[in-house]
């Protein structure tokens, strides 16, 4: 089994700042995709960014020059941090990794983090 354990939401002013950390613990052999996703209310989940085992990354529009996602693969931890923040970026953050342990490849999602932007 694979726990993902995601940390640093909060309540931020707009223009604010915000680091989330996530930290995949359990049977892993390796990580390859890391990623957050958001859900606002009355919305579908949503990608913000994603990294690969090698350092690519991929990032929504709307966050583009924001928000960097990074990862420590010693640490099978992966960050967002997130600059200039809007209200509109309001949401649940959940970060998802893709996970191979002895005999399988899987999928997991963390518990969540809400991240809410307000003055």
């Known amino acids: 089994q694979v726990q993902l354990v995601e940390s640093g939401g909060g309540l931020v002013q707009p223009g604010g700042s915000l680091r989330l950390s996530c930290a995949a613990s359990?049977?892993?052999?390796?990580?390859?995709?890391m990623a957050w996703y958001r859900q606002a209310p009355g919305k579908q989940r949503e990608l913000v960014a994603q990294i690969t085992s090698g350092g690519s990354t991929n990032y929504q529009d709307s966050v583009k020059g924001r928000f960097t996602i990074s990862r420590d693969n010693a640490k099978n931890t992966v960050y967002l941090q997130m600059n200039s923040l809007k209200p509109e970026d309001t949401a649940v953050y959940s970060c998802?990794?893709?996970?191979?342990?002895?005999?399988?490849?899987?999928?997991?999602w963390g518990q969540g983090t809400q991240v809410t932007v307000s003055s």
């Open positions: 359990g049977s892993i052999f390796s990580i390859y995709a």
């Open positions: 998802f990794a893709i996970v191979r342990s002895t005999g399988s490849i899987s999928d997991y």
